[in-house]
């Protein structure tokens, strides 16, 4: 028997991270990685902590995972979802593990941002994707996404980004 609550529907899912993608440009307005994720208690669909990029090492999911752990026990994690705008790097998916975080959504690959990204001495590639991070794992953490619907809207804050960083 799964510990962990059925996932949010497709239209809240889709919600969670149209917030995601305002936390993005918020973190882009401080010129900062237009990067955006939350934090949402799966039984109550609460919205419990949000996160930006705020530099190389200081990602919104695994910053938020470090928050998270700090302040909630790993059995309740277990219970909750990260939502971010773009599925986690190997970095942050490591964090996300250790913090026992039961369920990541992400709206657009990664890999959708390598045109954008490719020059940048700020976004360096590491071709590994949360997916296979999480399997090499000894719990399961469930992983959907991503959402194409969203990649306008989350590639919309990259546009012009990448050239100057």
Same mark, same amino acid.
């Given at each position: 028997?799964?510990? *962990?609550?059925a ?9 969670y991270?149209?917030?995601?993608i305002?936390v993005?440009?918020?973190a ?8 955006g ?5 799966d ?19 695994s ?16 219970k ?21 975080i039961? *369920?990541i ?11 954008? *990204?490719?020059?940048?001495?700020e ?5 590994? *994707? ?17 959402f ?18």
């Amino acid at each position: 028997m799964s510990t *962990t609550p059925a996932p949010a529907s497709h239209e809240k899912m889709l919600e969670y991270l149209r917030e995601c993608i305002q936390v993005a440009k918020r973190a882009r307005s401080m010129d900062y990685h237009p990067f955006g994720s939350i934090l949402v208690e799966d039984a109550t669909g609460k919205v419990l902590l949000q996160h930006g990029n705020f530099g190389p090492v200081f990602h919104a999911e695994s910053e938020l995972a470090r928050v998270a752990a700090l302040n909630f026990k790993p059995e309740f994690l277990r219970k909750c979802t990260l939502y971010t705008s773009v599925e986690p790097c190997v970095m942050c998916s490591g964090a996300c593990y250790w913090a026992n975080i039961g *369920t990541i959504v992400y709206a657009m690959p990664g890999a959708e941002l390598e045109p954008l *990204t490719k020059d940048s001495k700020e976004c360096p590639k590491m071709e590994l *994707t949360c997916r296979e991070v999480f399997s090499r794992g000894s719990r399961k953490a469930n992983v959907i996404g991503p959402f194409p619907e969203l990649y306008d809207e989350v590639l919309a804050d990259h546009y012009g980004y990448w050239e100057n960083h």
